[in-house]
């Protein structure tokens, strides 16, 4: 069974960071790319960032470029999102994403439950 | 970047009634590059539909996608109770991806 555990979020004051994980289990892993989508609170899904299977290629939105910096461990079975200079903008339900492919990021076929950031003074 | 627009933002019916939701871009979608999501409250987003028409795997039948270029649509022809939900289309064409702001459809 596939699984994609989220993992990192919680409450932070704007400018600071935060780093997410993303534990995958039941597939093999560098089979696939993988991304971050956001939904903020109430709102509808927003791509963050994508990386391709060896982390050889990787994208981002405008609102996140120079911020936030996806990578992706293979022995590890894991996917990463660094945060930095974060925004209340920023604040949502971050999810762990499963590409179809392992070239980039096309559409997304197992989704983790999300892990809550929120950005607050 | 692509954007998508999905109109309407409510579309009120009853069980049983067709459902036609509407994904609109703001230049051509690449290669048939569109997806479909539904989301369920409290829920993750499910495949539905990718590359306008192909429906992800245990999908029934009753969804189906269409459409070509900047103008797409979701249908579905009976609504089932389970089927009332948020419906997003996603381009996957150009990057960024982007989604479009989502179609809620309810029980009327």
């Known amino acids: 069974e596939v699984q994609l555990v989220e993992s990192g979020g919680g409450v932070v004051r704007p400018g600071g960071s935060l780093r997410l994980s993303c534990a995958a289990s039941g597939f093999t892993f560098d089979d696939h790319a993988m991304s971050w989508v956001r939904q903020a609170p109430g709102k509808g899904l927003e791509w963050v960032s994508g990386?391709?299977?060896?982390?050889?290629?990787?994208g981002y939105a405008d609102s996140v470029k120079g911020r936030f910096t996806i990578s992706r461990d293979n022995a590890k079975n894991s996917l990463y999102l660094q945060m930095n200079r974060l925004r209340a903008e920023d604040s949502a339900l971050y999810y762990c994403?499963?590409?179809?492919?392992?070239?980039?990021?096309?559409?997304?076929?197992?989704w983790g439950q999300g892990t809550l950031v929120t950005v607050s003074s | 970047e692509i954007v998508l627009t999905q109109s309407p933002g409510t579309l009120s019916l009853s069980p049983g009634e067709r459902a036609t939701l509407s994904c609109r871009a703001s230049?051509?979608?690449?290669?048939?590059?569109l997806a479909w999501y539904q989301q369920k409250p409290g829920q993750t987003p499910r495949l539905l539909i990718y590359?306008?028409?192909s429906r992800a795997t245990g999908i029934p039948d009753r969804f189906s996608g269409s459409g070509s270029g900047t103008d797409f649509t979701l249908t579905i022809s009976r609504l089932e109770p389970e089927d009332f939900a948020v419906y997003y289309c996603?381009?996957?064409?150009?990057?960024?991806?982007?989604f479009g702001g989502g179609t809620k459809v309810e029980i009327k």
């Open positions: 996603q381009q996957y064409g150009n990057s960024p991806l982007t």
């Open positions: 230049q051509s979608v690449s290669s048939s590059y």
């Open positions: 990386i391709n299977w060896n982390g050889g290629s990787t």
């Open positions: 590359g306008i028409s």
């Open positions: 994403a499963r590409d179809v492919y392992r070239t980039g990021w096309y559409y997304f076929d197992y």
